[in-house]
T-cell receptor, first 109, second 113 residues
Framework: SQQGEEDPQALSIQEGENATMNCSYK?????LQWYRQNSGRGLVHLIL?????REKHSGRLRVTLDTSKKSSSLLITASRAADTASYFC?????????FGKGTTLSVSS | DTEVTQTPKHLVMGMTNKKSLKCEQH?????MYWYKQKAKKPPELMFV???????INESVPSRFSPECPNSSLLNLHLHALQPEDSALYLC????????????FGQGTRLTVV
């Protein structure tokens, strides 16, 4: 039961450019999280933003949350080839952590 | 130790076999999750254990049977699977069932023949 919808589905950029991914969801949430996945293996947690927060930063990552629009965005600044991966938003309501469809990011050097 | 360990990494099983996937964490986390992921798709939540009790079963067929023997271990028992059950099975854990980051294992790549 996917709740999050991300766009774009795929994004190709050059090294040094910024990448922005968006996530929309449908129901009330406790928090929204972003994860990264390389090569179809385990997911790595990037950042968590709580429902009462509007913006959060972690290194080159900036996440915003607009609960009135039920949407979030992830900005990766000064991208690197190593940022190439699939990125998923995940919404948490109660004990359920539900993933969106994901954005595949390709960064070329 | 911030790892979630899943075994085996790969599993090939026939439709009449019974097998188990195992997941272990030693971070003292009180929530553990099973997800199923098909190629180029997001992880789909299957089960959530909160304080060793099953709190969510996302309408998963009974041929998948979860078990949480203690706070560090999570098993997924498989029986009479179908080829369409072939997927990457991911285990995760989080400290607080209601709102902290989840740590994922590397998954078990399951092929049903």
């Amino acid at each position: 039961s996917q709740q999050g919808e991300e766009d774009p589905q795929a994004l190709s950029i050059q090294e040094g450019e910024n990448a922005t991914m968006n996530c929309s969801y449908k129901t009330s949430i406790n928090n929204l999280q972003w994860y990264r996945q390389n090569s179809g293996r385990g997911l790595v947690h990037l950042i968590l933003i709580r429902s009462n927060e509007r913006e959060k930063h972690s290194g080159r990552l900036r996440v915003t949350l607009d609960t009135s629009k039920k949407s979030s965005s992830l900005l990766i600044t000064a991208s690197r080839a190593a940022d190439t991966a699939s990125y998923f938003c995940a919404t948490q309501a109660g004990t359920a952590l539900i993933f969106g469809k994901g954005t595949t990011l390709s960064v070329s050097s | 130790d911030t790892e979630v360990t899943q075994t085996p990494k790969h599993l090939v099983m026939g439709m009449t076999n019974k097998k188990s996937l195992k997941c272990e964490q030693h971070m003292g986390h009180r929530a553990m999750y099973w997800y199923k992921q098909k190629a180029k798709k997001p992880p789909e939540l299957m089960f959530v254990y909160s304080y060793e009790k099953l709190s969510i079963n996302e309408s998963v067929p009974s041929r998948f049977s979860p078990e949480c023997p203690n706070s560090s271990l999570l098993n997924l028992h498989l029986h009479a699977l179908q080829p369409e059950d072939s997927a990457l099975y991911l285990c995760a854990s989080s400290q607080d069932p209601a709102g902290t980051e989840a740590f994922f294992g590397q998954g078990t790549r399951l092929t049903v023949v």
